[in-house]
């Protein structure tokens, strides 16, 4: 009996809970290869970025270097907020310093959220995946305890189906959830690791920049 048999046979429960799990993995799986992409190029891009930044002989020309490696938007965003200006706001209140620590926090946490988005549903696909599955396989048990029940004796053709349903619907939940909790896992630990660089980028531009106003 293939899987198209199992799902033919199933009930309007049984073929909720397959869809739900297919439309599970499709979203893991396109956030796993958009992601994919998207960090391989953010990695070097923010490389290059901030080489190109620090071999600039002023910010102006820094930044239009910079401009030409950031595909992703990931550096530029700092290097702009340094020069937003807000007078007569609260934003502008204090000193130099602390403009730019501001600034900076706020355009850093944007660009992360940028480069997280989608680990919320990796995360809970990977979660509740088996647990989907587990209600599918609980399903099927019930299938089949029902069918014995209803004929008065054991027979395969009774339990086969929901047996056999109950299985796929238990190894489906672990192969939609392994690969999320996979990518999860792999992404954040790039995700860390690019964190850290742009984190480290914006706080010697703060320093810099802080230095060209105090010395103007």
């Known amino acids: 009996m293939d899987f198209s ?30 992601k994919a992409w998207l960090l391989r190029r953010a990695g070097g891009d923010v490389d290059r970025s901030t080489v190109a930044f620090w071999q600039a002989p002023s ?43 501001r600034m900076l926090r706020d355009a850093l946490h944007a660009v992360l959220d940028k480069l997280q988005f989608g680990q919320v549903l990796l995360a809970t696909v990977g979660s509740t995946a088996p647990f989907v599955g587990l209600l599918g396989t609980v399903w099927g048990i019930y299938h089949a305890l029902t069918g014995i029940a209803a004929a008065g004796t054991i027979s395969i053709d009774k339990v086969a189906g929901p047996v056999g349903e109950s299985l796929i619907m238990t190894a489906a939940g672990l192969a939609v959830a392994i690969p999320a909790v996979l990518g999860y896992n792999i992404f954040g630990r790039l995700i860390g690791r690019i964190e850290a660089d742009l984190e480290g980028f914006a706080l010697d531009l703060r320093e810099l920049v802080a230095h060209h106003a105090g010395g103007a």
């Open 5 to 34: 048999q199992l799902f033919s046979q199933a009930d309007a429960i049984g073929r909720a809970v397959a869809l739900l799990l297919l439309l599970m993995s499709v979203a893991s799986w396109v956030v796993i290869l958009w």
């Open 59 to 101: 910010l102006a020309e820094a930044q239009q270097r910079v401009a030409a490696f950031d595909r992703e938007k990931l550096v530029l965003p700092l290097i702009e907020a340094t020069q937003a200006q807000a007078p007569g706001s609260l934003a502008a209140a204090g000193d130099r310093s602390q403009q730019l620590t």
